[in-house]
């Protein structure tokens, strides 16, 4: 499965636990603790990019689609493109969530790779491939056709060629079956 921390280490973005910041209270704007209790994700802009992310979760899972949201948005660009929409207490335009929704969707199980193992391999298609529960890998089923709007042709076989040797020998944590070509 994707790890937004292991993306994380191949960008310019920092990931900062909230525990950090908290520690140092320079860093931050006065609202950010009450602002982190409402999210578990937030991204600063000031001085430099940075995400913040609340380290005290039970289960840090919960924190891989956010994470990858907020990626989104950056490498979409919003920020940039969109400042005014996208500043705190700013009125937020839903269409830059939906496409920040759609790349992080895209990011944790991409539609290309997706639609390869449904079509080949339809029992190995589980959201334990991708390390999403049930519940999110049924979403993930419901929005594919959606999603595909975001995808073209060199983008679905750059993702397969990449994911090939990631998925061959793999197994299922579910029922230990291995993938093969």
Not at 53 to 77: I, K, T, V, W, Y
Request: aromatic share 12%.
């Amino acid at each position: 499965s994707v790890s937004a921390f292991l993306l994380n280490r191949s960008s310019d973005l920092r990931f900062i636990p909230l525990s950090t910041v908290l520690q140092n209270p320079g860093w931050f704007p006065g609202d950010l603790p009450s602002r982190m209790q409402m999210n578990s994700i937030l991204t600063l802009t000031y001085p430099t990019f940075c995400i913040v992310f609340r380290d005290d979760l039970a289960d840090p899972n919960r924190l891989r689609f956010p994470l990858c949201h907020e990626l989104g948005h950056l490498f979409m660009n919003h920020y940039r493109d969109f400042p005014d929409q996208m500043g705190t207490g700013h009125a937020h335009d839903s269409s830059l969530d939906a496409e920040a929704d759609a790349f992080a969707r895209n990011l944790l199980a991409p539609v290309p790779i997706v639609d390869v193992i449904r079509y080949n391999r339809p029992h190995q298609a589980k959201g334990s491939v991708f390390g999403l529960p049930r519940s999110t890998w049924i979403s993930r089923l419901g929005l594919l056709d959606s999603d595909r709007t975001f995808v073209d042709e060199d983008m679905a076989n750059t993702l397969i060629w990449l994911f090939h040797d990631y998925l061959l020998g793999r197994k299922c944590p579910e029922c230990g079956h291995a993938f093969t070509d």
